[in-house]
């Protein structure tokens, strides 16, 4: 069995094309994960707009229960907003289900309270309230675990009582991960928390990530393709709204140049150092021009990676 | 100087008044986005209701003042909650609709107040002492002042206490900033609605007793009036802000009673082209923040 | 061995617009939607054949209706030659144009003012004061007056527009305010205060004077309609109108492709102002004065409910909300007068004497059941239950986007 199930419609047009079955997927990521466990979100036909404009569009895809699984995409392809939809602070149709149970019409405060921690995009931070009261304001549970993020983020500890607006980019995103972390989660959306800050405060992000991902799955928007590759077992990839590429492997996905190029407008490889910066910028244009071309480079992507017309739009 | 002082003091008083009125609509408009026509019509209805009991109560006696008060405000608050849940919350998160709905409030429940007590206006009494004067500096000023201005004062003061301490006022004040991302916490927010909607609904009630002794009437027109001053003082205050309604409410006032004494009667304008500055200086409002 | 997918097709065809910049590839997001609401124009293109087919008829309907003997009984209070129909029908003309220039703001731009009726208070109180002050004929003295809400639209929509959405209500509010405070404190004793101002007869034309000639006040009024309506036609569907209707739909898109909204705001304002001030100038000929209920905010309101009532968005929903508004108010204050409601026990006498209770009541309940007004029913109606969903859904949208 694949350990990342594909929606039926896909594997039924998987055979039809004659691409490898997908029982023969075997991985090493899958290998700890107890190959039965039932993925923690599966999305199936996720459509969303927002003032009347679709930014999401019959997205299907889900996340294992374990270990971080990345989503991918140029700026402005849906990413964010998907992850929204998958909460509901934009309005959406389709069938989200979240541990076995729909999720998908209920309002956002109660999916949250199922088990979900979201980190948004831009950190969030309630920038009048103390830094106590942003995280008090997010417990949860009856016993929120405040010594665990006292040990991760001892900084917080110290700034308790400083308005959170006043704190630096790095530090917010402490508290937008501690707010999050202070919960017992079945599943946690984390929306770049790389974004804008400097190389070693990234690294601590991606440690912190790193070792929160040993108990709780993740789903992590991340342009930085150098913490992809340190962190992501699997990684979903959308263009245009829509899901375009997905792999239960993300390191294999990054090491194809061609798909990259094509799908992220980035070389995965061209040095770590740079690469960051390179995700980061407004885009990068300059790849713009080659991609319809690039479009037809399937036939180099290697022999595991299937192709699938059915997402193909009118 | 006997002059200034009484101005002053009358324009505190009525800052007071706008006050009441504009903290609610502050509230209510940072937390929710809603511009609520129908705030007028929870201050009269509160200023009906003191004064309903007033006169059963017999009407120049202390306790009587503070049981009317009690009872102004806790109708404004039930009023409000009523609003909020019957009418506001089936339109979640459609913002003009809302507005639309507390106009059509504010129509009807005038429109009813008519009917109920009629069109003109009622002349009230309150304890002996509010007819007394208090003289400061030479100033002879009527003691109802003092009244509105320590009621305001002890408003700010609980609603600042509330804001502060609580985890509701904790919850609004993070809504005022970001509604969304207190849902995306877990918290329902619709809750803080309705209590955002109560609060305010209760400081109108008490404003409309208040107002009623500062006026010596009521008259179902009595909450429009003041809502429109209260709608320039949160604009002017920056929406959304309760320091800001504060400080506004006063300068307002202050203009407005200055204005009308040196400058014959104009007061009204002078009130409006200081809204025409802020805005075309500072568009949020002198502590509002950037939309 | 891993398995992953990859979907050329759905990802050449984004890739493709990529090349744009990063707002192209959001307006190229934007387009299936749209384009089925162009679908759904097309297909209703013989409907609005019949519609303006209609329209003419009525209209030369109600341009020979002084010359007819109709009965409305329980709407009209006499046959439709009477000057007391006359007058009525006049006013609902009226207040069908007024509410047709608050549509140009909020149906059209999504502008929510609160200070529509400061225009058409100066219609009329600039006619009044002008007349009764100046010894001019007519015609000199609407211009002059027409010159000065120019101006004085101009100056509120430069100062108001500097804010959107609901400050932006609140700050019109306010300058209205103040001119219905200014009116009624009777300066230079110009006004006649609260007790209004007696229309000054002596340089008006014969043949607008007297009861027996209502009915030419009647045509006069029916000519400021079709008028009103041409002009919001002739706005709503110039360059300026199309513009004012993106940026009611998303501001931010608007600024991207570098139109800038201001400008186009203002110049709706100002024409929105210009011709309430046409129809109040009118209303003065008709009524013979003036009152500050002409300027105050609750007149604003009254346009505003009109216009929901009838169906935001829709000329025709701002004609029959106008009229219906004109015609209802009417029926309730006889009802709250009559016999029938003096005998009734408190409970019921009280709200059913209250015509403005009812209004309100009314107007709350077809926001919260009744998106899209009269019309929208009406259209929904003709409708399959799929497609009546989906319009409500966008009727809905269509208030929405007036923040
Ligand atoms: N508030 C908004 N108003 C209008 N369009 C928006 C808004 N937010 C996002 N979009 C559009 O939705 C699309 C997807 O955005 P987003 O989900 O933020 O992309 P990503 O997170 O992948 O960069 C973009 O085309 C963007 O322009
Ligand atoms: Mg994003």
Same mark, same amino acid.
């Given at each position: ?66 270990? +971080? ?35 998908? #019409? ?51 500890? #110290? ?41 070693? +405060? ?19 928007? $991340? ?33 194809? $140049? ?57 | ?7 002053? @003091? ?241 300068? @307002? ?39 | 061995?891993?398995? &992953? ?18 707002? !192209? ?55 439709? %030659? ?19 220039? %608050? ?21 009329? %109180? ?26 004085? /639209? ?18 019109? *509010? ?27 007869? !002596? ?5 607008? *004077? ?27 569907? &110039?360059?300026?109108?199309?513009? /004012?209707?993106?940026?009611? !739909? ?26 309430? &001030? ?60 009559? !016999? ?64």
């Amino acid at each position: 069995m694949s350990q990342h199930p594909q929606p039926s419609a896909d594997a039924a047009h998987a055979g039809a094309t004659g691409a490898p079955a997908q029982a023969a997927a075997v991985q090493p990521a899958a290998a700890q994960a107890g190959a039965h466990a039932r993925p923690v979100l599966e999305i199936a036909g996720l459509t969303a707009h927002i003032a009347g404009q679709q930014v999401v569009e019959d997205v299907s895809f889900s996340v294992p229960a374990t270990g +971080i699984t990345a989503l991918l995409g140029r700026n402005g392809v849906g990413k964010t907003s998907t992850i929204k939809a998958v909460i509901g602070l934009i309005s959406r149709t389709g069938s989200v289900t979240l541990d076995g149970e729909r999720i998908d #019409k209920e309002p956002t405060f109660k999916i949250i309270r199922r088990g979900v921690g979201y980190v948004p995009e831009d950190r969030e931070v309630f920038s009048k309230l103390t830094v106590a009261e942003n995280l008090r304001l997010a417990e949860r549970d009856a016993s929120p675990r405040r010594q665990l993020v006292e040990e991760l983020f001892p900084d917080l500890l #110290k700034r308790a009582s400083q308005m959170a607006g006043t704190l630096s980019g790095g530090q917010q995103q402490m508290v937008s991960l501690a707010r999050a972390l202070l919960n017992e989660n079945k599943l946690l959306l984390i929306d770049e928390p790389t974004k804008g800050l400097a190389p070693k +405060i990234v690294q601590e992000v991606a440690e912190t990530l790193e070792r929160a991902a040993e108990t709780v799955p993740i789903l992590l928007v $991340e342009q930085n393709l150098q913490v992809v590759r340190q962190l992501a077992a699997g990684a979903v990839v959308l263009s245009g709204g829509r899901v375009v590429h997905t792999t239960a492997s993300a390191l294999e996905f990054l090491d194809n $140049e061609d798909l990259t190029q094509r799908l992220l407008g980035v070389h995965a490889d061209a040095g770590h150092g740079e690469d960051a910066a390179a995700g980061h910028g407004e885009d990068t244009d300059a790849g713009h021009g080659e991609n319809a071309e690039a479009g037809h480079g399937e036939a180099a992507a290697p022999a595991n990676t299937q192709t699938n017309p059915n997402g193909a739009q009118k | 100087m006997s002059t200034i002082v009484l101005l002053t @003091v009358t324009g505190l008083g009525l800052g007071a008044l706008y006050f009441l009125v504009a903290s609610g609509l502050s509230l209510i408009y940072g937390l929710m986005g809603v511009l609520n026509f129908a705030h007028g019509s929870f201050l009269t209805l509160g200023a009906f209701a003191g004064w309903e009991f007033a006169r059963r109560a017999g009407a120049d006696n202390w306790w009587t003042f503070l049981g009317s008060l009690l009872v102004g405000a806790v109708v404004g608050a039930l009023f409000a909650a009523f609003t909020e849940f019957v009418l506001i919350r089936k339109l979640y998160e459609r913002h003009i609709e809302q507005v639309l709905v507390t106009v059509g409030l504010s129509l009807a429940s005038v429109a009813l107040f008519d009917g109920i007590w009629g069109t003109d206006t009622i002349h009230i009494s309150g304890p002996e002492w509010f007819r007394e004067t208090t003289g400061i500096l030479g100033a002879q000023i009527s003691n109802d002042r003092f009244v509105a201005i320590i009621a305001a004062v002890l408003v700010l003061l609980g609603l600042v206490f509330f804001l502060k301490r609580t985890r509701y006022g904790m919850i609004i004040r993070a809504g005022v900033e970001s509604r969304s991302m207190v849902t995306a916490l877990g918290i329902d927010v619709r809750k803080a609605f309705t209590l955002v909607f109560a609060i305010g609904g209760a400081a109108a009630g008490l404003g409309g007793v208040l107002a009623s002794h500062y006026f010596q009437y009521v008259s179902p027109l009595l909450g429009g009036s003041l809502l429109i001053f209260a709608f320039i003082v949160t604009v002017i205050g920056g929406l959304g802000s309760l320091t800001g309604a504060a400080i506004a409410s006063v300068v @307002v006032a202050l203009l407005q009673q200055f204005a009308n004494f040196y400058l014959n009667g104009t007061g009204d304008f002078v009130v409006v082209v200081a809204l025409a500055l802020v805005l075309l200086f500072r568009p949020s409002g002198l502590l509002g923040r950037k939309s | 061995m891993t398995t &992953s997918k990859t979907d050329p097709q759905s990802e050449a065809q984004p890739a493709a617009a990529g090349s744009a910049s990063a707002g !192209e590839t959001a307006v190229g997001a934007g387009q299936r939607p749209r384009k089925a609401k162009h679908d759904g124009g097309a297909a209703a293109g013989g409907r609005s054949l019949l519609t303006w087919g209609a329209g003419g008829a009525g209209v030369v309907l109600l341009a020979l209706l002084p010359l007819l003997n109709l009965s409305l009984p329980g709407v009209l209070p006499g046959p439709t %030659y009477t000057p007391g129909s006359l007058q009525l029908l006049a006013m609902c003309m009226l207040m069908a144009a007024a509410a047709l220039s %608050y549509h140009l703001l909020l149906g059209v731009t999504g502008l929510l003012s609160f200070g529509h009726a400061l225009y058409f208070g100066a219609g009329v %109180y600039g006619l009044g004061v002008i007349l009764d002050t100046f010894d001019i004929p007519l015609l000199p003295a609407m211009g002059l007056t027409l010159l000065l809400v120019i101006v004085l /639209a101009h100056v509120v929509g430069a100062v108001g527009l500097r804010v959107t959405g609901i400050p932006f209500a609140m700050v019109t *509010l306010a300058f209205a305010e103040a001119g219905h405070v200014l009116v009624g404190r009777n300066p230079g004793q110009a006004t006649g205060g609260e007790e209004g101002l007696t229309l000054a007869t !002596e340089n008006l034309p014969e043949a607008l *004077l007297g009861v027996a000639n209502t009915r030419n006040l009647y045509w006069l009024a029916l000519i400021v309609l079709l008028v009103v309506f041409a002009v919001v036609t002739w706005v709503q569907y &110039s360059r300026a109108g199309h513009v /004012a209707a993106a940026v009611r !739909e998303n501001e931010l898109r608007v600024r991207v492709i570098g139109v800038q909204p201001y400008l186009v705001k203002l110049l709706v304002f100002v024409v929105g102002g210009v011709l309430a &001030s046409a129809v109040g100038m009118v209303y003065l000929l008709l009524q013979s004065g003036a009152v500050p209920r002409s300027l105050s905010a609750d007149f604003t309101i009254t346009l505003l409910v009109m216009v929901v009532l009838g169906g935001v968005g829709s000329r025709w929903g701002a004609i029959i909300g106008g009229v219906f508004y004109t015609l209802l108010d009417q029926r309730l204050t006889a009802l709250a007068q009559s !016999e029938a409601i003096a005998g009734l026990p408190d409970i019921l006498r009280i709200p059913l004497s209250e015509p403005l209770f009812i209004l309100g009541t009314l107007f709350i309940l077809v926001v919260l059941f009744l998106p899209g007004g009269i019309t929208g029913a009406v259209h929904r109606a003709t409708l399959s239950r799929g497609q009546r969903r989906q319009a409500a859904a966008r009727q809905r949208q269509a208030l929405e986007n007036a923040e």
